[in-house]
Nanobody, 117 residues
Framework: QVQLVESGGGLVQAGGSLRLSCAAS????????MGWYRQGPGKQRELVAA???????AYADSVKGRFILSRDNAKNAVYLQMNSLKPEDTAGYYC???????????WGQGTQVTVSS
């Protein structure tokens, strides 16, 4: 069983920064992809940023130039540095790991990010 533990959400004023962290542990031998999704009130969950095992990254257009995704392979961890935050970034943020040959997805418990104007 794979466990994901997130941290780093909170309340911040517009223009501020936050850093999210997510570490994975448990029954996996390969990470295919890891990243962050978010879901705002009344909205569908959407990709924020992700990185593959080969190092390819993808960002939502709305966060390009403001958010930076990084990873620590030794710690099986992924981080999201969020700068120049906007009220529309307010959402629950969920880390995602896709692991092993069956490419199964695992999700963190979610961490709330609230940006006040």
């Amino acid at each position: 069983q794979v466990q994901l533990v997130e941290s780093g959400g909170g309340l911040v004023q517009a223009g501020g920064s936050l850093r999210l962290s997510c570490a994975a542990s448990g029954g996996f031998f390969k990470i295919n992809k890891m990243g962050w999704y978010r879901q705002g009130p009344g909205k569908q969950r959407e990709l924020v940023a992700a990185i593959t095992s080969g190092g390819s990254t993808a960002y939502a257009d709305s966060v390009k130039g403001r958010f930076i995704l990084s990873r620590d392979n030794a710690k099986n961890a992924v981080y999201l540095q969020m700068n120049s935050l906007k009220p529309e970034d307010t959402a629950g943020y969920y880390c995602n790991f896709r692991v092993n040959d069956n490419a199964r997805d695992y999700w963190g418990q979610g961490t709330q990010v609230t940006v006040s104007s």
